[in-house]
């Protein structure tokens, strides 16, 4: 069975940095797309980075700022995250489009973290 496992949220100050990593575990067959999505209270879930083997997009708030990488040999994602603001202050999602051993292509998310940016 395969499973997302988020870590490395928490609070922060404006200006500050936090990496947030994402381990993907289970028999993985392959792994096509790997992203970060965020909520804030009383908004829609919104995409934040993606990686594929292509390269990377960004949300155009966040360009500049965080960076998304992803380590193949583990299964491991990353969302680096500087000069955090108040804004930037939700929960975190880790999502990924994989195909499991002896399965069909699926979504699978991750249970998501918590992010605080406040002085």
């Known amino acids: 069975q395969v499973q997302l496992e988020e870590s490395g949220g928490g609070l922060v100050q404006p200006g500050g940095s936090l990496r947030l990593s994402c381990a993907a575990s289970?028999?993985?067959?392959?792994?096509?797309?790997m992203d970060w999505y965020r909520q804030a209270p009383g908004k829609q879930r919104e995409l934040v980075a993606a990686?594929?083997?292509?390269?990377?997009t960004y949300a155009d708030s966040v360009k500049g700022r965080f960076s998304i990488s992803r380590y193949n040999a583990k299964n491991t994602f990353y969302l680096q995250m500087n000069n955090l603001k108040p804004e930037d202050t939700a929960v975190y999602y880790c999502?990924?489009?994989?195909?499991?051993?002896?399965?069909?292509?699926?979504?699978?998310w991750g249970q998501g973290t918590q992010v605080t940016v406040s002085s």
């Open positions: 999502h990924a489009d994989l195909r499991a051993t002896g399965d069909t292509r699926k979504d699978y």
């Open positions: 289970g028999n993985i067959f392959d792994i096509y797309t």
């Open positions: 990686i594929t083997g292509a390269g990377t």
